[in-house]
């Protein structure tokens, strides 16, 4: 669909090393850029990535390497998709943010007074905005969810609304790695004039205006011979090829009864994140982890709030709470499930202290298992998305990605 555009890109590159290519556009000023992001490529660190990046309006890379099998048949094209895992919750921020924009809802509204039913419990208080920082504690459910259930929304809302949270609402955060979309979804769904889950929703108020290769929910009629598929990981790697993952988290993602493993293991108990990449997931529309995704399409989804939201009837107000953050957990930003500090807002992740991600702190965006990392940065104007199909074992800065992203904000000063 969307390709990048035209007049905005200035001397196409090719860079070949040792039979594996890289192949894409690079702008005059960037080519440390692209050298960075053969790095991956060339040591085989990744089977497969792309990586877009636009600055004040114009792409300054549009970059794919390697493979999108295991197989290594085919090379990566530059308008394939992957599954994108956690970067599929930035996409539901932007939903939530267009709702908040229609009327549909309010951030500092209470989820009860939309969704009656969630109030159980003592969640009654809890407000649509901490509903969407991951700060009502439903990261883990007791439903038991599989790829023959994970469709039913019905079923899945009813029972997040009845469970009781993992800790008091408001007092703490950690990875909804699966509810958030729900959540969102029901919001949604509930206020909508239409009735439309996030899926629908998402497609026909986002993607579809900005003709974007980004979904919540394949639809049948995209070319399956397009979507780069995952290398995952199981969870002996994560103790043999062990990186930056915390290791508290690695021993509580395997023992039974932790949040972690509560979390993390439901639907999938122990098979690792690359068991998701299959037909029944990709259609389900799961809108934390199920998002399918070009570099390109999500990079043109955030240039959009780059250029304040207006083309999809974001208010000034609504991307002033999206810049400025929802407020910190009252005891702090230590996630629950993951052990480690991360600062959830309005359905994204947004920079801090211990993870300076971008250039300012305007900047909102997602992360995902395995490496990839979307975000807008809208005071230096910056779109950003770097993908990969095979995943890493690390918590985030993935290196075969950080270095793409350090090598283009040391061009943004060299320019400068």
Known sequence: MQ??????????????????????????????????????????????AACTIIHRGRTVADL????????????????????????????TGMAGAVAVSRGLFAYDEPVADIWPEFAAHGKGNVTVGQALSE?????????????????????????????????????HSGNHAYTLGWIASELICRRD?????????????????????????????FDRNRIARIKGFGLQDLFLHHTTMPWL?????????????????????????????????????QGAAGGMASARGLAAL?????????????????????????????????????????????GFEKPFAEWEYAGTRSAFGSFAVG????????????????ITNQLGTGKWDDPREKIVRDAFYACLEMNA
Not at 64 to 91: N, P
Not at 193 to 218: C, T
């Open 135 to 171: 700060q009502a504690g439903l990261a883990a459910i007791d439903f038991k969810l599989s790829l023959d259930n994970i469709a039913d929304e019905e079923a899945i809302c009813a029972a997040i609304a009845a469970q009781k949270p993992s800790w008091t609402p408001g007092d």
């Open 3 to 48: 390709q990048p555009d035209c007049m905005h890109i200035q001397n196409p590159t090719e860079i070949s090393f040792g039979g594996y290519c890289t192949r894409g556009y690079i702008a005059p000023g960037f080519e440390p850029v692209a050298h960075a992001f053969a790095s991956a490529i060339q040591a085989q660190s990744a089977l497969g």
């Open 64 to 91: 794919q390497g390697g493979w999108r099998q295991k197989t290594r048949q085919e090379q990566w094209q530059g308008d394939d998709i992957a599954l994108v895992y956690s970067l599929t919750k930035g996409l």
């Open 249 to 285: 988290l690695t021993f509580k993602m395997c023992l039974p009864g932790t949040l972690a493993f509560r979390t993390l293991n439901n639907p999938l108990i122990l098979a690792g994140p690359g068991a998701l990449d299959r037909e029944a997931f990709w259609r389900a529309g």
């Open 302 to 346: 955030y240039q959009a709030f780059v250029d304040g939201g207006e083309k999809l009837g974001v208010t000034p107000k609504v991307m002033a709470t999206l810049c400025a953050g929802h407020a910190y957990p009252r005891k702090g930003l230590k996630d629950q499930v993951l052990t480690a500090d991360m600062y959830y807002s309005h």
């Open 371 to 386: 490496g990839s990392l979307a975000f807008a940065d809208p005071e230096d104007g910056v779109a950003y998305a770097w």
């Open 193 to 221: 004039p239409h009735g439309r889950r996030l899926p629908r929703f998402f497609a026909e108020e986002i993607a579809r205006p900005l003709g974007v290769d980004v979904f919540i929910g394949l639809p049948d009629s």
